[in-house]
């Protein structure tokens, strides 16, 4: 079994059925040999909503029993208040107060709790895992294998939509995809037989074989 930093391909796999309710975002030539992939188009904004519908679906009733809980600026909390609807379980939000009111509005909009703190109490409260005393699932935003593995569905997608595809240019933003996401894709780019260069942000991993990925800075 070729295996990825966090991730294996049974995981990625799964991860694949999990998310097929979601659309297929479209790839948009920009030039002879450079294509965009609209992760905007998805239901929330953004690929977010890949990973938090592949961990929700991967937990079992007694897990969301009492919902789940995240914590995000922004993308994550809207993907979860979406995934949580979807799935018919409660949904609350850990926020900074500096959040933008547009992003607080949507997810208290999708019918999810949104607790908004200042910044040194939302970080004391990831710190000491604040999340352990309270009764939801705590889903992380992006250090969570089955998010990972979500985020990492895009790359299924683009193996079909882009015959001969040879780079992956990640952006950086939140870093979500960027740190996270990009062990999803190598292992999805192994085991579904590519040899694929992906580049992040100055960083550059050669799949040469699955079995020795290499990092160039």
Known sequence: MAAGFWLDDDEVRRAVDRVCVLPATPVVAVSEHLWLKLENLQPTGSFKVRGFLNAVRG?????????????????????????????????????????????????????????????????????????????????????????????????????????????????????????GGSESLTTVLVAFGANILIAVAGAVLSLSAPDEPTLTI
């Not at 897990?63 to 993907?79: F, K, M, Q």
């Not at 208290?108 to 409260?125: I, K, N, Q």
């Open 59 to 179: 937990l079992g009733r007694a897990d969301l029993r009492a919902g789940i809980v995240t914590v995000s600026a922004g993308n994550a909390a809207l993907a979860a208040a979406h995934v949580a609807r979807m799935a018919g379980v409660a949904c609350t939000v850990v926020m900074f107060d500096t959040a933008p009111a547009a992003k607080r509005d949507g997810v208290r909009a999708l019918g999810a709790e949104v607790l908004s703190w200042p910044r040194p109490r939302v970080l004391a409260w990831m710190a000491e895992r604040g999340w352990q005393s309270m009764p939801e699932r705590f889903v992380h935003p992006f250090a969570d294998p089955a998010v990972m593995a979500g985020h990492g569905t895009l790359a299924v997608e683009l193996l079909a939509q882009v015959p001969g595809l040879r780079r992956v240019i990640v952006p950086v933003g939140g870093g979500g995809l960027a740190t």
